[in-house]
């Protein structure tokens, strides 16, 4: 696990320190690594369990998902750990979403040149290349904006529809894009196995974090689900809650674990080389659902996977890639 975050004034200086290499490059190629160094080194140090899954993917989709990722994360980052007023990271949500506009529209290096973020350059560049639809980044940068004026949700539909679409399912809709499916005809059931996926993900973290995000001022779970049970917001982390609380933890687990198993099904929708990739995901975070599942307290203590056991849910006869990249090593 990172010991802490990246301050905003380290996110500059790995900014600049990634555009200068990219544009004394000759070679829009190299640029181009570049970029995908900046963002494989967002994801190793922010998730190590995507970092360990996505290391299964061939080169190229590799180093597309290492851009997405940190095209993802920065946002985030701004919202949740920023020390910065809301209105100041309204303001930087803003200015990332025309920069991320304008991006869409240049080339690689003139959209450097013209003080984009090297971040945002990469991301369009991916997003370009693999004909994913403007509108879903936007669709993302509006469940940021949500989280910095957060509010409650009152079903489980309104929960997906209203934030977890944007959070999540978008995000599982690009990678769909960059995995592609066995042949066109399957791309639409890849679509949706990537929905289901999106949605399990996004709940297993909903139930891991509850304190983490109560702390912030933030609930993800549904509020018909608490008053069912008894429990009142107010008295979330109370003693005398906690058994009621776990009990909505559990059934969220187990919708989550139950999408977890429908984008299991339809893993054949996606192309052949990525599927190991996928079905890693399925199982490392797979296993941390069921742990959050087991938990008798989740405001007491926030579940992990320890890197040994992720990696008894990997095929061993891919283990050598793990090092390599841990070295930056990564096997073309």
């Known amino acids: 696990?990172?010991?802490?975050?990246?301050?905003?004034?380290?996110?500059?200086?790995?900014?600049?320190?990634?555009?200068?290499?990219?544009?004394?490059?000759?070679?829009?190629?190299?640029?181009?690594?570049?970029?995908?160094?900046?963002?494989?080194?967002?994801?190793?140090?922010?998730?190590?369990?995507?970092?360990?899954?996505?290391?299964?993917?061939?080169?190229?989709?590799?180093?597309?998902?290492?851009?997405?990722?940190?095209?993802?994360?920065?946002?985030?980052?701004?919202?949740?750990?920023?020390?910065?007023?809301?209105?100041?990271?309204?303001?930087?949500?803003?200015?990332?979403?025309?920069?991320?506009?304008?991006?869409?529209?240049?080339?690689?290096?003139?959209?450097?040149?013209?003080?984009?973020?090297?971040?945002?350059?990469?991301?369009?560049?991916?997003?370009?290349?693999?004909?994913?639809?403007?509108?879903?980044?936007?669709?993302?940068?509006?469940a940021m904006q949500a989280d910095v004026h957060p509010r409650r949700y009152e079903t489980l539909d309104d929960l997906v529809e209203n934030y977890i679409y944007g959070s999540a399912i978008v995000v599982g809709y690009f990678l769909a894009y960059i995995y592609g499916a066995s042949r066109p005809a399957d791309f639409d059931r890849a679509l949706r196995a990537s929905r289901r996926l999106g949605i399990a993900l996004q709940l297993t973290n909903f139930v891991r974090d509850v304190a983490e995000d109560k702390g912030r001022g933030r609930l993800y779970l549904p509020l018909d689900m608490l008053r069912g049970r008894g429990v009142d917001e107010e008295a979330l982390g109370s003693p005398a809650a906690q058994v009621s609380l776990a009990e909505v933890v559990r059934e969220l687990a187990l919708i989550a674990q139950e999408h977890y198993l429908a984008a299991q099904r339809d893993l054949d929708a996606f192309a052949a080389d990525c599927r190991l990739a996928i079905e890693a995901c399925i199982r490392v975070y797979g296993e941390l659902n069921d742990r959050v599942a087991a938990s008798q307290a989740p405001l007491a203590k926030r579940q992990s996977v320890s890197l040994s056991r992720k990696f008894s849910v990997l095929p061993a006869s891919k283990y050598w890639r793990l090092p390599l990249a841990y070295m930056g090593l990564e096997p073309a």
């Open 1 to 142: 696990m990172p010991n802490r975050n990246w301050t905003e004034v380290e996110w500059q200086m790995l900014d600049a320190r990634a555009r200068c290499e990219a544009l004394r490059c000759v070679r829009e190629a190299d640029a181009r690594q570049a970029l995908v160094r900046l963002g494989r080194s967002v994801l190793k140090k922010y998730s190590t369990s995507f970092f360990i899954v996505t290391r299964f993917l061939p080169p190229l989709k590799r180093a597309q998902v290492d851009m997405l990722y940190a095209g993802v994360r920065y946002p985030d980052e701004v919202v949740d750990t920023f020390d910065i007023s809301a209105a100041r990271k309204d303001e930087k949500l803003a200015l990332w979403r025309e920069q991320f506009d304008r991006a869409m529209q240049s080339s690689t290096r003139q959209s450097l040149l013209d003080g984009a973020p090297v971040i945002v350059t990469g991301l369009a560049d991916v997003m370009r290349e693999c004909g994913i639809p403007a509108g879903y980044y936007h669709d993302f940068l509006n």
